[in-house]
T-cell receptor
Framework: EDQVTQSPEALRLQEGESSSLNCSYT??????LFWYRQDPGKGPEFLFT???AGEEKEKERLKATLTKKESFLHITAPKPEDSATYLC?????????????FGTGTRLKVLA | NAGVMQNPRHLVRRRGQEARLRCSPM?????VYWYRQLPEEGLKFMVY????????ESGMPKERFSAEFPKEGPSILRIQQVVRGDSAAYFC????????????FGPGTRLTVT
């Protein structure tokens, strides 16, 4: 069964304390892996798309990487404004269908 | 450059009433997706639509739920005879045609069934 698992569920960091969030997946026919940020009461905000193992994308303090079984979102020297829930999603296309599967997210809190 | 718009933002319905949720995609986006999010749970895919066509509705409950994306106007998610378990945040996302599959989300409609 296709599955996306994110860890940890919650993470508290001091400002400036770098860390990584994990997204592991088991899907058939991966077409893409996506990272989103979601603030309370709002819709997810698109961050990155990764298509193949070895690919990396960067944006400000965030860097996303992809292997054949997992993706990491590295946060370098985080600031309090980086506090949010980070969601990972995969798109697979088994038998011509389109299946977007989201993980349950990592709730990040960055303390000043 | 408006993003994805959803209305209403908050909707209260009594059990047994109908709920209609609207989604206007970003300009130039012809693909629309609906998701449901329960507290402390992840986003659950419901349906994927293109103009006048349902591509994948495998996440949609078989009864009481329907979705459409007409040639003109917004996409509509319709829930008939709502029950308390339908209370959730419903998000719409849109994407460009092609192969990028990047989805851009609206602010959501929070449905409360009393």
């Amino acid at each position: 069964e296709d599955q996306v698992t994110q860890s940890p569920e919650a993470l508290r960091l001091q400002e400036g304390e770098s860390s990584s969030l994990n997204c592991s997946y088991t899907v058939s026919g991966l077409r893409g892996l996506f990272w989103y940020r979601q603030d309370p009461g709002k819709g997810p905000e698109f961050l990155f798309t990764l298509y193949s193992a070895g690919e990396e994308k960067e944006k400000e303090r965030l860097k996303a990487t992809l292997t054949k079984k997992e993706s990491f979102l590295h946060i370098t020297a985080p600031k309090p404004e980086d506090s949010a829930t980070y969601l990972c999603a995969v798109l697979s296309t088994p038998s011509g269908t389109y299946k977007y599967i989201f993980g349950t997210g990592t709730r990040l809190k960055v303390l000043a | 450059n408006a993003g994805v718009m959803q209305n209403p933002r908050h909707l209260v319905r009594r059990r047994g009433q109908e709920a209609r949720l609207r989604c206007s995609p970003m300009k130039g986006h012809s693909h629309v997706y609906w998701y449901r999010q329960l507290p402390e749970e992840g986003l659950k895919f419901m349906v994927y639509l293109q103009k006048e066509n349902i591509i994948d509705e495998s996440g949609m409950p078989k009864e009481r739920f329907s979705a459409e994306f007409p040639k003109e106007g917004p996409s509509i998610l319709r829930i008939q005879q709502v029950v308390r378990g339908d209370s959730a945040a419903y998000f719409c996302a849109s994407s460009l045609p092609g192969t990028s599959y990047e989805q851009y989300f609206g602010p959501g409609t929070r449905l409360t069934v009393t």
